[in-house]
């Protein structure tokens, strides 16, 4: 089973940007959908984008217009762009292949967190 490893993370005030990595360790073109997951605290884990490898997206309705997936499959890669960040987006991001009804179908990696602030 291909691991995942997420990176990027970090503190950001509102309103400011970062871009998650998850780097899998070996290809992921058979791999249709995969997506970002989130854990606020005390909150369950949540799919907040997919992005299929025909180029497909989609996103919660929390981050549609502020986040944007993207993979390179050569590389094995999935990223997460995050603009306008809020503090309500504090959470430990998570990168799995994804099944049709949106359930987990990898391992999970450590995660990624990050922290909003106001």
């Known amino acids: 089973q291909v691991q995942l490893v997420e990176s990027g993370g970090g503190l950001v005030q509102a309103g400011g940007s970062l871009r998650l990595s998850c780097v899998a360790s070996?290809?992921?073109?058979?791999?249709?959908?995969m997506g970002w997951y989130r854990e606020a605290p005390g909150r369950q884990r949540d799919l907040v984008a997919v992005?299929?490898?025909?180029?497909?997206?989609n996103y919660a309705d929390s981050v549609k217009g502020r986040f944007t997936i993207s993979r390179e499959n050569a590389k094995g890669s999935l990223y997460l762009q995050m603009n306008s960040l809020k503090p309500e987006d504090t959470a430990v991001y998570y990168c799995?292949?994804?099944?049709?009804?949106?359930?987990?179908?990898?391992?999970w990696g450590q995660g990624t967190p990050v922290t909003v602030s106001s």
């Open positions: 799995n292949t994804v099944s049709d009804n949106g359930a987990p179908t990898g391992s």
């Open positions: 070996g290809s992921i073109c058979r791999f249709n959908r």
């Open positions: 992005g299929s490898r025909g180029g497909n997206t």
